[in-house]
């Protein structure tokens, strides 16, 4: 049989893992059937536009979406203002009449004539974020976008001297907004926090909020009644009182409160006491000195449906609450621990152990962890896509610590690398093996060729792989040995 027995829906499922561009210039090419899949709207639900200088024209790929009616069934879209506007200025008639989310917040909008192109020419408009900077003439602004009936709402605004205008006009377009579910502001300073809560409250759909800004105070949420479900603090004043009040609700399934310095292990309790259906967490901030292990550990305890963890700046994470946490939140699919905890490959064991559906772990500064615990994570979690180690200086040392010495022999004893074999029913046997994809080095100092070799020979679906330490000789020798072993391997910085 020929690929083209296959059913459309199946190859349509198959050409879904292709990029925009591939579809465009490759596969609409090779047959009329092809070009006919290619124009299957699913295939066109999420669209990023990338920047390519080309003076003042717009690439092909852009001209070629217009040319062949692909733009009418772009889904979700994120793109710059320069490109958008460009775009729209091609083709006076084009219309996205799909398209029911847009993202240009990489490019601060300086036109106000984008708005209402964006509001004429995307007539299903559900979501939108966007930035705004001093140049833009708010009032009208709002007055455009009042035309849409948002579910989703992203706004940033970054002018100090008329912020007082911003919040007017933001708090009335609000206020005739009774669809919106999901809500993000981002300022420099605080609304009128009687205004806010008044909106907030009055618009009961509101299930995810977002809030960026210096001076979003714990006393917003004093009095609220809210059915929220995520929510994301960015603010000096919020402390360990607004997470009391926020989490008495007991419905969370998403909390963000990154960058929050007054927050404490109090505060942090308060979430494993009151969320038990917590999927999502982020906390920790480059100034953080107020919450210790005790907090990681009261979050092990309450929140075993946790899915991603996120902390930073927590410094002294140790393998107490790391252990308890893989043994308790089986379901974890991402963690991350930035900056400097002081937990051993004993944490590696027991992820590896207990947390079968990991994809994506970034530990970064963790310098006590050593090659032998990474390479138990990688042939425990074989499902994991993305594993950055940034900066954590012992995977490249020979470990004098009798301890870590202790836990490499654990782990080796407990884990035979060279005879991974799994017996099928059919009596024939496979090899098992990693799926990871990426795997980033950077930072590691003196990590060795022999170190590399060990951590990637499990791994042949990488497809990328970092490690520029300059102490570290990189050969062809090296090279041919990792394309002999990862025959997928497309980006290297050696």
């Given at each position: 049989?020929?690929?083209?027995?296959?059913?459309?829906?199946?190859?349509?499922?198959?050409?879904?893992?292709?990029?925009?561009?591939?579809?465009?210039?490759?596969?609409?090419?090779?047959?009329?059937?092809?070009?006919?899949?290619?124009?299957?709207?699913?295939?066109?639900?999420?669209?990023?536009?990338?920047?390519?200088?080309?003076?003042?024209?717009?690439?092909?790929?852009?001209?070629?979406?217009?040319?062949?009616?692909?733009?009418?069934?772009?889904?979700?879209?994120?793109?710059?203002?320069?490109?958008?506007?460009?775009?729209?200025?091609?083709?006076?008639?084009?219309?996205?009449?799909?398209?029911?989310?847009?993202?240009?917040?990489?490019?601060?909008?300086?036109?106000?004539?984008?708005?209402?192109?964006?509001?004429?020419?995307?007539?299903?408009?559900?979501?939108?974020?966007?930035?705004?900077?001093?140049?833009?003439?708010?009032?009208?602004?709002?007055?455009?976008?009042?035309?849409?009936?948002?579910?989703?709402?992203?706004?940033?605004?970054?002018?100090?001297?008329?912020?007082?205008?911003?919040?007017?006009?933001?708090?009335?377009?609000?206020?005739?907004?009774?669809?919106?579910?999901?809500?993000?502001?981002?300022?420099?300073?605080?609304?009128?926090?009687?205004?806010?809560?008044?909106?907030?409250?009055?618009?009961?759909?509101?299930?995810?909020?977002?809030?960026?800004?210096?001076?979003?105070?714990?006393?917003?949420?004093?009095?609220?009644?809210?059915?929220?479900?995520?929510?994301?603090?960015?603010?000096?004043?919020?402390?360990?009182?607004?997470?009391?009040?926020?989490?008495?609700?007991?419905?969370?399934?998403?909390?963000?409160?990154?960058?929050?310095?007054?927050?404490?292990?109090?505060?942090?309790?308060?979430?494993?006491?009151?969320?038990?259906?917590?999927?999502?967490?982020?906390?920790?901030?480059?100034?953080?000195?107020?919450?210790?292990?005790?907090?990681?550990?009261?979050?092990?305890?309450?929140?075993?449906?946790?899915?991603?963890l996120h902390t930073s700046y927590i410094w002294?994470?140790?393998?107490?609450?790391?252990?308890?946490?893989?043994?308790?939140c089986r379901l974890l699919q991402k963690v991350?621990?930035?900056?400097?905890?002081?937990?051993?490959?004993?944490?590696?064991?027991?992820?590896?152990?207990?947390?079968?559906?990991?994809?994506?772990?970034?530990?970064?500064?963790?310098?006590?962890?050593?090659?032998?615990?990474?390479?138990?994570?990688?042939?425990?979690?074989?499902?994991?896509?993305?594993?950055?180690?940034?900066?954590?200086?012992?995977?490249?040392?020979?470990?004098?610590?009798?301890?870590?010495?202790?836990?490499?022999?654990?782990?080796?004893?407990?884990?035979?690398?060279?005879?991974?074999?799994?017996?099928?029913?059919?009596?024939?046997?496979?090899?098992?093996?990693?799926?990871?994809?990426?795997?980033?080095?950077?930072?590691?100092?003196?990590?060795?060729?022999?170190?590399?070799?060990?951590?990637?020979?499990?791994?042949?679906?990488?497809?990328?792989?970092?490690?520029?330490?300059?102490?570290?000789?990189?050969?062809?020798?090296?090279?041919?040995?990792?394309?002999?072993?990862?025959?997928?391997?497309?980006?290297?910085?050696?």
């Amino acid at each position: 049989m020929t690929i083209n027995n296959l059913p459309p829906e199946v190859l349509v499922k198959i050409l879904s893992f292709l990029a925009p561009k591939d579809l465009l210039f490759v596969i609409r090419n090779v047959c009329h059937f092809w070009r006919d899949l290619t124009s299957s709207i699913c295939l066109w639900n999420y669209v990023e536009y990338t920047y390519e200088p080309r003076k003042d024209k717009l690439n092909r790929f852009y001209r070629s979406l217009v040319k062949h009616k692909l733009v009418n069934f772009i889904v979700n879209l994120k793109i710059t203002e320069e490109l958008f506007w460009k775009l729209l200025k091609y083709d006076k008639h084009v219309k996205f009449a799909s398209l029911k989310s847009i993202d240009i917040s990489e490019d601060l909008l300086r036109s106000g004539k984008i708005f209402a192109e964006i509001c004429n020419r995307c007539p299903c408009l559900e979501r939108i974020k966007i930035w705004a900077v001093a140049g833009v003439d708010v009032k009208k602004m709002f007055k455009v976008l009042s035309k849409k009936k948002f579910i989703d709402f992203d706004v940033g605004y970054y002018n100090e001297d008329r912020q007082q205008d911003f919040d007017k006009y933001l708090l009335s377009f609000l206020a005739a907004q009774p669809h919106i579910q999901q809500l993000s502001l981002r300022t420099l300073h605080s609304h009128d926090e009687h205004d806010l809560a008044r909106i907030i409250e009055g618009n009961p759909p509101i299930t995810s909020l977002c809030l960026s800004s210096n001076y979003i105070s714990s006393h917003l949420f004093k009095r609220l009644h809210l059915n929220l479900t995520k929510i994301a603090i960015h603010s000096n004043l919020f402390d360990d009182q607004g997470l009391e009040w926020l989490t008495s609700t007991k419905q969370l399934v998403s909390i963000n409160v990154k960058d929050c310095e007054a927050i404490t292990d109090k505060g942090i309790s308060f979430i494993g006491q009151n969320c038990p259906s917590l999927e999502n967490l982020t906390f920790g901030n480059h100034m953080q000195t107020k919450i210790s292990n005790d907090g990681l550990l009261s979050v092990a305890q309450g929140c075993s449906k946790l899915k991603t963890l996120h902390t930073s700046y927590i410094w002294n994470i140790n393998d107490d609450s790391v252990v308890l946490l893989a043994k308790s939140c089986r379901l974890l699919q991402k963690v991350s621990f930035e900056k400097g905890a002081q937990f051993t490959d004993a944490s590696l064991v027991a992820i590896g152990d207990n947390c079968p559906l990991l994809k994506f772990a970034h530990f970064k500064e963790c310098d006590k962890l050593t090659k032998h615990g990474v390479l138990y994570l990688i042939t425990s979690c074989i499902y994991m896509e993305t594993l950055d180690l940034s900066c954590c200086r012992g995977i490249g040392m020979e470990q004098s610590n009798v301890d870590l010495q202790k836990t490499s022999s654990t782990i080796t004893s407990r884990y035979d690398f060279t005879e991974n074999i799994q017996i099928e029913s059919s009596g024939a046997s496979t090899k098992k093996h990693s799926h990871l994809k990426r795997l980033n080095l950077f930072g590691c100092l003196n990590t060795s060729n022999e170190t590399l070799l060990y951590l990637v020979k499990q791994c042949p679906d990488l497809r990328y792989l970092s490690r520029t330490d300059t102490s570290v000789h990189c050969n062809d020798q090296l090279i041919s040995d990792l394309l002999r072993i990862c025959s997928l391997l497309d980006t290297t910085y050696m």
